[in-house]
């Protein structure tokens, strides 16, 4: 897509998507991405050769080779969504195989997804595009279904079918978060130590999170710090929901309730009501920068697919996030319709004229 074409199909509404500045935190301040920064951040932390030529690989891979920013497709949905309710749109997607092929005709930096998924077509692709193996995953069959993340194969399992990274769940908020954050903590360590990279979906589970009508899921504060804690167990890549409010804390933080930490500069200095400025809430609680900050696509609403992946793109971007990671609005799709959707994300991220704010 042209500028002019993602102008006119993000619409007036949102027109000042491409001329906000941010007044919060300066775009100076963060480790923006960049051809070389794996050379200029990377390098500098412990992570070993191994690690830095993995994460050199999928910063290298795809049409956005070499630009420091990352377009992934993730097809994890058959254990997290269901596998029925994932693919019957598209049954193709039952075969591990058609998912590799369209991140590879996608044009896609790496493909994340199950060792199954993975595992069952690693000799052939694994040296084709960079998988990034899903070590734990929520499960629907259990009843009542529960917010848990379960490991459902070992770290070495990944390194040895050539995955250049693994990536895992933590549901920050819910009553099994302390144990997630153990297990995965002790599982990225173990994957740096065998020289792969490490991402990490932060996301935040508790019905408290949901109040007066307000859904707090998506608050940039709460995304923040879930961020955050990430960066803590060294996840190189932070995979986060776009913020779509903000002001968690303080509705948890009523009568009675004590929770969490606040200052009031989080929502008057540090952010503002601005999508962009939310989402830069999120790459600041990233260590400015210093490890990426993808945002997920969501889920497939039919003909506002093309719109919203755009919009998601141009705020991750103008925010100074590293790229997107978007499944559903592109499997859910006819091979070609997939593809434009990706290529679609990704011209956001090649075309100079769209700034970091």
Known sequence: ???????SLIGKEDENLFTHICATVSKD?????????????????????????????????????????????PVDQGIEHSAGASFAANPTYFDPESI???????????VASSFGVLAMVSRKYAHKIPFVVKINHNELLTYPNKADQVMYGSVKDAWNMGAAAVGATIYFGSEESDRQIVEVAKAFEEAHQL???????????????????????????????????????QADIIKQKLPETNGGYKALNTGSSSYGKLDERIYTKLSSNHPIDLCR???????????GLINSGGASEGDTDLREAVRTAIINKRAGGMGMISGRK????????????????????????????
């Open 281 to 291: 809430y999120q790459v600041v609680n990233c260590y400015m920068g210093r490890a």
């Open 1 to 7: 897509m042209t500028y002019n074409q993602i102008i």
């Open 100 to 110: 590799v092929k369209l991140a590879i005709e996608g044009g896609c930096n790496a």
């Open 29 to 73: 301040q963060l480790h923006l991405p960049s051809p070389d920064f794996v050379d200029n951040v990377f390098s500098l932390s412990n992570r070993s050769n191994q690690t830095l030529r993995n994460l050199q690989s999928i910063f290298s891979h795809g049409r956005l080779g070499g630009s420091g920013y990352l377009s992934i497709l």
């Open 195 to 233: 020289g792969m990279a490490t991402i990490l979906w932060c996301y935040l589970r508790n019905n408290a999170f949901k109040k007066d009508g307000v859904d707090y899921h998506m608050s940039a504060d709460l995304t923040g710090q879930a961020n955050h804690l990430g960066v803590t167990i």
């Open 330 to 357: 592109s499997f859910q799709k006819p091979l070609k319709e997939g593809i434009e959707l990706l290529n679609a994300i990704q011209d956001v991220y090649l075309e100079k004229q769209i700034t970091v704010a």
